[in-house]
């Protein structure tokens, strides 16, 4: 069975940290990766997703997961953080080829103090 | 409209009863979830309708669960015989499905939170 990973519970940063939020997925065949992001008091939105190609995918807000095969993780990075990056993130697979439900991680509550 | 839209966003009941949560998904999109989100399980996936085509009722936890959807787009979540244990916020998602290799993204809608008493 497929399942997803997510190393961090809780992550406390400063402003203008770096950020890397470790996720790993459990899956025999190719899979599709995602990450979505719950901001405080609204609806779960894409981040970023990678299906193929460039193994290193850009999203929105400054955001970058790659994709490394051969340790099934989908690590999603950002350089420098903002206040408004407060929020809590989820990783989510699911298996290529039409079975299309995510299994979906924990999640990480990250929080960014000014 | 132009998101996924849920109703009610707040429901309490009391053991025992039953509850329906509706779901209205983004217009055109063929495919519907439905995922709960409770404390200590995270997101689980529940079911998902894709067209005409049976739905996947895989992830539905007990025969008290149960969902529908009437022509093509709106849902509705039944839970009968309510327990604690299903107190959680209910998130309904629809994708466009344009191909069947599960690359879609996944739009979500603000959840019904259920307290069972």
């Known amino acids: 069975a497929q399942s997803v990973s997510q190393h961090n519970h809780h992550v406390i940063l400063s402003e203008a940290a770096s950020l890397e939020l470790g996720c790993n997925y459990s899956?025999?065949?190719?899979?599709?990766l995602f990450w979505y992001v719950q901001y405080p008091g609204q609806h779960l939105q894409l981040l970023l997703k990678y299906f193929s190609g460039d193994p290193l995918v850009k999203g929105i807000k400054g955001f970058e997961a790659e994709f490394i095969k051969s340790k099934f993780s989908f690590n999603l990075r950002k350089p420098s953080v903002q206040w408004s990056d407060t929020a809590e993130y989820f990783c989510?697979?699911?298996?290529?080829?039409?079975?299309?439900?995510?299994?979906f991680g924990a999640g990480t509550r990250l929080a960014v103090h000014p | 409209g132009a998101g996924v839209s849920q109703s009610p966003s707040n429901k309490v009941t009391e053991k025992g009863k039953d509850v329906e949560l509706r779901c209205d998904p983004i217009?055109?999109?063929?495919?519907l979830y439905w995922y709960r989100q409770s404390l200590g399980q995270g997101l689980e996936f529940l079911i998902y309708f894709q067209g005409n085509s049976a739905p996947d009722k895989s992830g539905l936890p007990s025969d008290r669960f149960s969902a529908e959807r009437t022509g093509g787009s709106v849902s509705t979540l039944t839970i009968q015989r309510t327990q604690q244990e299903d107190s959680a916020v209910y998130l309904c998602?629809?994708?466009?499905?344009?191909?069947?290799?599960?690359?879609?993204?996944?739009?979500f809608g603000p959840g019904t939170r259920l307290t069972v008493l």
């Open positions: 899956y025999g065949g190719t899979v599709n």
């Open positions: 998602a629809s994708s466009s499905q344009r191909d069947r290799a599960g690359t879609d993204t996944q739009y």
């Open positions: 217009s055109g999109h063929t495919a």
């Open positions: 989510a697979v699911n298996a290529a080829g039409g079975y299309n439900k995510l299994i």
